[in-house]
């Protein structure tokens, strides 16, 4: 054989594979395209209302009121059960202030199903004992309980914020939110210096800072009248509380105050990829969810529904998280509004059965410093889209709701064939350690579920990171999701 007729041969051997390659394997590829002005535009722009979302809400119900307000100015009204619903509608129910339901009516028989995003609106933090308020060597302070799953030390030496609720004696309700306007005090946390620490730097990283060591450092002038009055920085702190919000040591028993850190959210890298904030889990699924519902184009075919839970973080009980009857029982009165009649039991549950939902919470990005506990092949990336979970859960699938087959090819079909990108992957290696999310709740019903959302880095961190375009991209879905879906 000659020379050349060798090189034709390696050449055409060649092609095979790339047109094999082409045709027979699949990668998910980063979207960032500096090339395309207009959606690099349309990406950051998104972005800019969503930080100013996240600096507004730092806890759900402070989200809840967010979301009531933005809803009303796009002509979403509260839900009246005892009124019909029509094709167009746009409505919403709070749930306890904490949780909310909001949903544009279809024009599709509700037997056949709505199309839901749900995404829970708590996050990790620290909230008040019952009992929070005392003084020691001079110091007024607060005791906590932490909330959801942190790294204790990370609260330390930080500027943090106290936001929350205190119902006076006569049921009037104290917005409490300080630490976050530039005129404001912060609080904060006192950690040991190294100088004294040489014990402390032995411990575990879970035993360095212990839940009984998160104590808010609040004040440190003591009421007038001299060191003869019992408690005087108590006192001093309490008769302050007192003028500025009209509230005493009492009505603290039963308030609901959360500590946050007192950050604002920001852009991160020269190039400003990135969104840095407290709270993004999982108010990044909530937001754009939310959005993507506001901005759907009527006429559409199937009720579109957003479910933002409140208890996520803690397993999902309670009255406001994804497990109480209270979510099906608002979705049953929207049957029965759009039927305009009293729906038996199993036309409920049909409607239930043929409902489709995206469970949406946060995945976890891929972390190059921190390689040895994520399969590479099955991590999500930060700048690769929504990213799809099939299973979560912990060592073989425990708890998780494993989406079928069938259900994820449906979704994941659809997503191909309005153009939108996806990726898929885990919570880390096999047995590393797991997670769940609301998604098996809703499942448990009946309903077709599967996992979905943002791949964050530094996850239930005071300053988790996610991509713009990812945030951007997650948005698109789920208007897709809503428009397209069994439509
Ligand atoms: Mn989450
Ligand atoms: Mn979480």
Known sequence: MTDVKKDIKADEAMNRAEEARKQLTFSFKNLWNPDNEEEMKAVMDFCEP?????????????????????????????????QPLSPGDRIYEAIHGKALIAAVIGSADPLEGFNLVGAHIDSPRLDLKTNPLYEASDLTLLKTHYYGGIKKYQWVAQPLAIHGVVILKNGDVVKLRVGEDPGDPVFTITDLLPHLAADQMQKKASEVITGEELNVLIGGIPFPGGEDIKERFKLGILSLLYDQYGFNERDLVTAEIE?????????????????????????ICAYTALKALIDLDDPLKRTALVVLYDKEE?????????????????????????????????????????STMLSSDVAVAFDPTFPSVLDPLNSTYAGRGIAFAKYTGRGGKGGTSDANAEFFNEVTRLFDECGIPWQTGELGKVDQGGGGTVAIFQADLGMSVIDCGVPVLSMHSCFEIASKIDIYMTYIGYKAFFEKMRS
């Open 50 to 82: 969503y930080k100013a979302a996240l600096d507004a809400c730092k806890t759900e119900r402070e989200f809840v009121d967010y979301s009531v307000d933005l809803l009303d100015e796009n002509g979403f009204k509260p839900f009246d059960p005892s």
């Open 259 to 283: 500590i946050v850190p007192a950050v604002k959210a920001r852009c991160v890298g020269f190039d400003r990829a990135f969104v840095g904030a407290y709270g993004q889990d999982d108010r």
């Open 314 to 354: 803690t397993g999902s009980g309670g009255v406001t998280g994804a497990r109480s009857q209270l979510f099906p029982s608002v979705q049953r009165r929207m049957v029965r509004s759009i039927l305009g009649r009293e729906p038996s039991a199993i036309e409920l549950h049909d409607n239930i059965e043929n």
